[in-house]
Every structure is written in C-alpha cells, then in structure tokens.
C-alpha cells in the first residue's frame, strides 16, 4: 500500500538522520495518536519532536537491554524478568518514546526547568505523584502526553506497566509540596488548595493564552466567598504546571503559578519574571503574529485580572484596583520562595503599613497584593538565585554602539574583562611592524576610499583582484560563497596537513599523533596605515569595529547566553570579531589543565591558516585566541551546527602573514531583528581527543552533528 506523502516525507527525514522506518514507523505512530493526527506538532522544526521521541526509543531499548541482562543474572527476580521480556516490553518502549519526546519539547522551551515544572503534585494531584513511581519524570511525564485527557480509569491504567512491588519513589515528594505550599501562603493556602470556581463558567481562553501551548493545564481559581466549588477538575488533575487565578469580592486579585518541588531536577531555576515575560511575547509573537507593538504579557494578565473582576462581580466599578497594577520587581531570593508583587496599592504600602517589597524576604504574600507567585522547589532552596535587570552596555563604552545585555540569571553572567581589539597574553609572538609591510602589501599610492578607485589597489591582491566588500560595506556574495563552500568542503579538499603539527606536539610531544589538518582559509585582506587611502575607506571594515545593534540575551534552549541582532541584517553584514587573548597553543593547553570546577572555558579558536605550509612552526607562532577571560562580545555566540547564520572570516590588517590575523564574522543570509547569531564552531562531536569537551549540542539544527553522533552511538549500542 502507497503511504501517505506525510509519512514518506517523516520517514525520509529520519532516515537522513540514519534512522530505519522499521525504528521509527511504531514512534511515529503512537505519536500520531498522541497529537491526535495534528502533523504541525511532528513537522516543526524539522521533525524534532519524532527525532527525540525515536531517540528515546532507541535509549529506552537500550536500558530494557541492559536491564534484561541484569535481571537474567538475578534468578530470584523471576517475576521481573517476565513482566520485561523483549515482547512485553514493547508497548513500554513505544509509550515511553512519546513521554520522553514530550518532556524534551517541554525541557527545549523552557531551558531545562520543563520537565520539572512540568509535574503538578500540588494540592489534589497526591493520587498522581504516587502513582509516578517508574522512573521520576518520565513517567510522569507519560501520564499526561498519553492519558492526561483520558478519564480517570484510563489514566491510572498508563501506570500500571510499572512493575507492582517497585516501591511509588516520591510518595514522600508530594508531601514536600504540601508543605511549601503552605508555608508559602500561610493562611491562604487552604484557599488554594481547595479552589473554588468563579461564579462565571471557567473560561478556557485565558487559561490557553497563559500556558496551554505547550499542553499545560491552568486552573482558574476564584477563591472568593461567595463562589461555589465547581472547579475545573479534569485540568487540575492533569496539570504540571498551574497558574491560579484568584479573586475576591474585596478586589483582590491574585495570579499564582505553581511548580511542582516534588520530582528532582538539580538544574532547576526560577526563571526571571522579566526572562518569563520575553519569551511568552516572543512565543505570542512568533505563534499569533500579534503587531501590537506595544504588546506584554503583563498587559495580558493584567487584561485577565480584568476579566475576572468583572466576571466575578459584573461590576466595572473594581478596574480601579486593578488598574493600580504595577509593574515587576525583581526578584532576589534567599531560599525563600519567591514571587513577584504585583501591587494593587499605589503606594506601595500593604495594609500592615509595610513596604509591600519586604515581604519578598518574609516568604509571606502581602495581604493586599497581586501576587504573581513562583515557587521556589525547595531541593533547590539553598542555591543564591539572582535575578539581572541590566540595561547597560557590557563593553563598557568600548564599542561604537551600546551592547545591552537582556535580562538573564545575573550569577550566570560570565566574570570577564571586555575587550574590543585581541591583546597578546603572554608568550605569543605577534610582529606588527610597519617594516614588514612591503609595497606590494599596501597602498601607499591610493587616497580617499580605494573602493571608488577605478582600478583595485594591491591590497585586493590577496581576494583575487577585487575587493571583498562592496560599497554598501557588505561581503561580496561570490565572496561569502566561497567561503562558505571552503569550510563545507573540509573533508574533501581544504585541508593542509602539517608535518609536525604544533597542537599534536602540545599533545604528545614524545610520540605525536599525524596533523588532522588544518583548513586552508581565504583571507580578505583590509587597508591599514601604510595605506594612503583614508580612514573611511571602504575596504576597511572589520577595523573601523561594530556597527550593528547587538544584545546578549539568555537562550532558552539551554545553551547560556547568546547573541543576537536588534535590527534586520542583510547578507554579507558584519557583526564583529572574535576578540580575547593572544595565546600560544601551550598556553592554552596549561590554561585548561587549570581549569577546575565549574569554571567554563569560551570555545577557543585557533588562528591556524596555512600552519600547513610551513616547515615547522615555532610554538610562539601557533596561535590562539581565548576570550574566556579577556574578550569581546563575540564570546556569547553559540554554535550551530551546518546552517548557521554567521561565518568566520580570516581578515588581515596589520601583519601580511597568517600567524597572527583577525576572525571577523559575517551574515551569510538575512537575519531578522532578535534572531540568534550562531555560528559553526566547526566541532567534530565524535572526536574524543579534542582538548576541548564538547557541549550537548542543542542548536536545533536539522544538521545536528552532535545528535547525529548520538544516533550512532546509540544504534551501535541497541544493534550491534
Ligand atoms: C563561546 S560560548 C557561547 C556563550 C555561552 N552560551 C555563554 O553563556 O557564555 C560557548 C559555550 O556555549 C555553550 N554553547 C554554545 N553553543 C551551544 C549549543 N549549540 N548547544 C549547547 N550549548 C552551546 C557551550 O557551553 C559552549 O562551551
């Protein structure tokens, strides 16, 4: 029978990625089950969600494997080896494969902290939490992706493949939400626990506005008096992640997102209100296209808070309270749980006369608040968690244009010196000298902008005659082209190989291992000061330093800070150098032995062009730039893998050899205000021996290297 193109499209993709249709054909299917034959949900972003969820599969096979073979050995544990034969564990595999999937879409969009905010054991969700003993989040998580919408009966049936005497594991877990619940809300805690419905019907629209794009489940709560106790229960039960709303008669109006403590997840963090509000607008914007310029999402809460008022009291005469509704504070926590005050009083006073941020440290909310209340998981309550507020330029004036900084975790912002040009750490040897620069190096001769010059000048010598830039002060497409096409082709032809490699001599210097190469690089070579041309001159860009607006921001695919643009960038664009320390490869080698705990090194490059062509290069004259340290803001461009919007260009400005140059990076396409610049850092994930660790790659990259390396990896464990 023909398949449909949807599914032979989905197969082909998995099969680029290495993975068989018989492998993927039971995932996709379950998966289409899951999201109800809603292809959009599997089809973005390349696949991803089916490429995670047959990932999981395959690991899932893995552990059954290895568990197999444990349990094999253990003769008294009979009644396990039955329930996990091959067979019977299939369906296991299968189920597992969404909820793994699930929890990665979910751990994708919210930086690691999905997973864990995922789980709801708050108040009426003990039943669940018991029941989620096979393995934490997982199968948890397997609960909602495959029963959450299901009745009840169904529901418990999901869990039942967990084998009967595995003891429920974080039972006692559920209990430790009880508790911060109520030590968070003190007295009101019993209102939030037993919520009672609005007088108006619950409203399934706001609740999908706030938190349902991802599948969480939001509780509409009035705890008012006078309400009855007709909650939304269905939600509630399969919620993770649960934001209340509640109001009362008196005008109180209180927003509370609940995070489940109960499962444990070491990299949890309370995000930043502000990091919070972004990346819902962004989300809002990406999804709904919304132009309102001016659109927040606390506009939005603030429009439900409305809402509420005049639902609950079909009374307008309430707005004002509301209305008083003030912007975030941020947050700074000290293991207490933490919220942020949305105060309904103007003058920031509660009505116990204290200042409404006081109660910040008190753990306790302000009676008179809107409380938009993070709970603080209380594993995690003894890590200091800052919240940064910056609006500054991080290189302090030392760039053309201010570099802001976006809101992030402020004790995540690296400790570093920012510089805008490299400077020589140590023992790197770095000749600028004008006596090294000949005739044929420069222009002495030309005036004004040699790009106006009817007749390039020798400095386009080294870019084949013509200039590299155009008059616009963009790359040369051709340019760019062959650029691009000389780094893809690495492997094939653009490599020299070193006689005596000086980073295999770092090493093993008694016995080093053959040069792996070194990509031969095409330069662009800029006018500089023996030139005669002006400082304007068209064919110096990457000297005359950053033109475009820039910001680092906290990315939300758990890759730390990154970059981005804040205009629209055309093809060939400059955004900036790659600026650190001038280090000898030795230097560096000692540098990462030091490195010690949590201590993270910037990726290093090495300033290796034509290392190949020499005889034997000096180890003072085998390069590296390091901006762990010392650096620019270049440091905070993540990697991509294959399809990157930036490339590194090698650019020649004071020296005329290829020791010592600049790394200038370019647009390869248009880029769109606020999106990432990435750049490909050129890893090779399978290469155990770079002195680097790699990173887990999450560039989402339907090129992934990493997650390539991975699928290797693990088809060789399951097959072979
Ligand atoms: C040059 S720094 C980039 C800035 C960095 N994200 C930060 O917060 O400072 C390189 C480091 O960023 C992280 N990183 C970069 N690209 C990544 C990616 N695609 N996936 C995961 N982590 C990435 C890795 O920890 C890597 O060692």
């Known amino acids: 029978m023909e398949l449909p193109p949807k599914v032979v499209s989905a197969m082909n993709a998995m099969k680029a990625l290495g993975l068989s249709w018989e492998i993927t054909k039971p995932v996709l299917k379950d998966l289409l089950k899951v999201y109800k034959y809603n292809w959009e949900h599997i089809e973005c972003e390349n696949y991803r969600v089916l490429a995670d969820a047959v990932l999981d599969s395959l690991e899932l096979m893995d552990n059954d494997l290895k568990k197999m073979t444990r349990r094999d050995d253990d003769l008294d544990k009979k009644d396990d080896v039955e329930n996990n034969s091959f067979s019977g564990k299939r369906a296991k595999v299968e189920n597992d494969s969404f909820s793994g999937k699930r929890a990665k879409v979910e751990n994708d969009s919210f930086s690691g902290k999905r997973a864990k905010l995922e789980n709801d054991s708050f108040s009426g969700k003990r039943a669940k939490v018991e029941n989620d003993s096979f393995s934490g989040k997982r199968t948890k998580v397997e609960n909602d992706s495959f029963c959450g919408k299901r009745a009840k009966p169904s529901n418990d049936a999901c869990f039942d493949k967990r084998p009967s005497h595995e003891p429920p594991k974080n039972e006692h877990k559920s209990k430790a939400s009880t508790t911060i619940i109520n030590r968070s809300l003190g007295d009101k805690s019993q209102q939030l626990e037993n919520p009672i419905s609005s007088a108006a019907p619950p409203r399934p629209l706001p609740a999908r506005i706030v938190g349902s794009s991802r599948g969480k489940e939001i509780?509409?709560?009035?705890?008012?008096?006078?309400?009855?106790?007709?909650?939304?229960?269905?939600?509630?039960?399969?919620?993770?992640?649960?934001?209340?709303?509640?109001?009362?008669?008196?005008?109180?109006?209180?927003?509370?997102?609940?995070?489940?403590?109960?499962?444990?997840?070491?990299?949890?963090?309370?995000?930043?209100?502000?990091?919070?509000?972004?990346?819902?607008?962004?989300?809002?914007?990406?999804?709904?296209?919304?132009?309102?310029?001016?659109?927040?999402?606390?506009?939005?809460?603030?429009?439900?808070?409305?809402?509420?008022?005049?639902?609950?009291?079909?009374?307008?005469?309430?707005?004002?309270?509301?209305?008083?509704?003030?912007?975030?504070n941020p947050v700074f926590s000290n293991g207490q749980p933490e919220y942020v005050n949305l105060k309904t009083s103007s003058n920031n006073k509660n009505e116990r006369g204290k200042d409404a941020d006081d109660t910040r440290n008190s753990g306790a909310l302000p009676n008179d608040s809107l409380g938009l209340v993070l709970f603080q998981p209380q594993h995690s309550s003894s890590s200091k968690k800052t919240v940064a507020f910056c609006d500054t330029d991080i290189s302090r004036g030392e760039e053309n244009l201010k570099i802001s900084l976006a809101n992030g975790p402020a004790e995540r912002y690296p400790p570093f010196h920012y510089i805008p040009s490299n400077i020589v750490y140590q023992n790197a040897y770095v000749n600028i000298s004008l006596a090294r620069i000949g005739d044929e190096d420069c222009c002495s001769t030309c005036s004004g902008d040699c790009l106006a010059a009817s007749i390039p000048c020798p400095c386009a010598r080294e870019t084949g005659g013509d200039y590299a830039y155009t008059s616009d002060g963009l790359m040369k497409k051709e340019f760019l082209d062959a650029i691009i096409s000389m780094k893809r082709d690495r492997l094939q032809k653009h490599l020299y190989f070193c006689k005596d490699c000086p980073i295999e001599r770092i090493r093993n210097e008694i016995m080093p291992e053959p040069c792996k190469g070194h990509l031969i690089r095409k330069f662009v070579k800029e006018c500089w000061n023996k030139c005669g041309c002006n400082r304007i001159c068209g064919n110096r860009l990457v000297q005359r330093g950053i033109t475009r607006n820039l910001q680092v921001f906290w990315t939300v695919e758990g890759k730390g800070w990154g970059l981005r643009t804040l205009e629209n960038l055309p093809m060939g664009a400059f955004i900036c150098e790659y600026v650190g320390e001038i280090l000898t490869n030795t230097e560096l080698f000692d540098r990462q032995l030091l490195v010690t705990?949590?201590?993270?090194?910037?990726?290093?490059?090495?300033?290796?062009?034509?290392?190949?062509?020499?005889?034997?290069?000096?180890?003072?004259?085998?390069?590296?730039?390091?901006?762990?340290?010392?650096?620019?803001?270049?440091?905070?461009?993540?990697?991509?893998?294959?399809?990157?919007?930036?490339?590194e260009v090698p650019v020649e400005v004071e020296t005329p050899d290829h020791h010592y140059y600049h790394l200038a990076f370019f647009t390869v396409r248009k880029v769109e205000a606020l999106e990432e610049l990435t750049w490909d850092y050129g890893i090779d994930f399978d290469d155990q021996t770079h002195p680097i660790k790699a990173f887990s790659c999450r560039c989402g990259s339907k090129f992934c290297r990493y997650r390539r390396a991975q699928i290797r990896k693990r088809s060789a464990l399951v097959l072979g």
Not at 265 to 283: A, G, H, T, W, Y
Not at 295 to 309: A, D, G, R, T, Y
Not at 614 to 640: M, P, S, W
Request: charged share 25%.
């Open 597 to 647: 705990g949590k201590m993270r090194h910037t990726y290093p490059v090495l300033l290796d062009a034509d290392w190949g062509s020499e005889q034997v290069l000096k180890d003072e004259e085998a390069l590296c730039l390091d901006a762990t340290f010392y650096g620019n803001v270049a440091r905070f461009i993540n990697h991509r893998c294959g399809d990157a919007n930036i490339v």
């Open 219 to 328: 509780a509409l709560h009035d705890n008012g008096k006078n309400a009855s106790t007709d909650v939304d229960r269905s939600a509630q039960n399969s919620s993770s992640i649960r934001l209340e709303l509640a109001s009362s008669t008196s005008g109180e109006v209180r927003l509370v997102i609940l995070c489940d403590p109960a499962l444990p997840c070491p990299n949890f963090q309370i995000p930043s209100m502000e990091i919070l509000c972004k990346m819902v607008e962004d989300r809002c914007l990406k999804s709904y296209k919304i132009l309102e310029p001016h659109f927040s999402l606390f506009s939005l809460l603030k429009e439900m808070c409305h809402c509420v008022m005049e639902l609950s009291s079909n009374s307008s005469e309430k707005r004002g309270n509301i209305d008083r509704f003030q912007g975030m």
